[in-house]
């Protein structure tokens, strides 16, 4: 079946790449997850893909099976089945309850609008709720342990950050919905994922990740955060800004992943544009390179 090519004998390279089905892909998506499948095929990795579906309002029916259908017409096939978000209450719920159990997170009835004028959370509940008669949501402390995180990452190279700068993050919704921080480190530990590969815009996110890691006992993996897509109007590509999809057709889509490749500083021959698709990737493939990733953001030539 396309879209699950099965690799015997798992290599120790593992990627993924995990949208948010609240839409179908783009071109700046496209070039996370081209970045990404090329960074494991390259070294004979797996490739998963997970649904990141936890917020059920924002993912209409239907999203994920267009984003399938649209990583097959780029020929970006991944391994195994496809892993969905909501399949997993009980691993984010024992994570969440292993950090009230070591001292790592607490109930926070605070609402946004009584903080924000601060920039991050003050961490006003970590005694107990100010407010007990409020639903809550549950916070990760930043002023237990170390309060810098370092790591190396692959495009960026050193980076030091201040957790207690960045605040307090949610890791459970006061309305009982899964926050992407907690749930995202437990999905890449249970998955086993070694490598993650994605857009710089997700950069500041990594030190709270990273901290979960630690405080959850997991493996922290390897980073390359990529530079971001700039439309037209100097805003990033987003579903947000009203990017267009990614096409289906083939004779749209061999020369769009040709500039995908040219974007992320690959060079691909000029005579593979509008070359089979897996031509180009087998191309790719041979020649990734990330050292070769542009150290700025990159602006898209040509409409998708």
Partial sequence: MPGSKHIENGPAVVGRFAPTPSGPLHFGSLLAALASWLDARARSGRWLLRMEDIDPPRC????????IRQLDAFGLYHDGVVDYQH???????????TLVERGMAYPCSCSRKEWQHLGVYPGWCRQGPLHPERNYAWRLRTDV?????????????????????????????????????????????????TDIVRGADLLDNTPWQIRLQQALGYATPEYLHLPLVIGDNGQKLS??????????????????????????????????????????????????????????????????
């Fill in 60 to 67: 209409p029916p239907g999203a994920s099976d267009i984003i």
């Fill in 87 to 97: 399949d997993h209450d009980s691993d984010y719920q024992q994570a969440l309850d």
């Fill in 145 to 193: 342990g170390e309060s810098d995180i370092c790591w190396q990452d692959r495009r960026l190279g050193h980076q030091h950050w201040s957790l207690p700068q960045l605040g307090d993050v949610v890791l459970k919704r006061r309305d009982g919905l899964w926050a992407y921080q907690l749930a995202v480190v437990v999905d890449d530990a249970r998955q086993g994922v």
């Fill in 239 to 304: 579903k947000q800004n009203l990017a267009p999809a990614l096409p289906l057709q083939d004779s749209a889509v061999r020369p769009l992943l040709h500039e995908a490749l040219t974007l992320l500083g690959q060079s691909p021959a000029p005579m593979l544009r509008h070359a089979p698709i897996s031509e180009q990737l087998n191309a790719a493939t041979k020649d990734w390179q990330p050292h070769f990733l542009c150290p700025h953001d990159v602006q898209q030539t040509t409409s998708s």
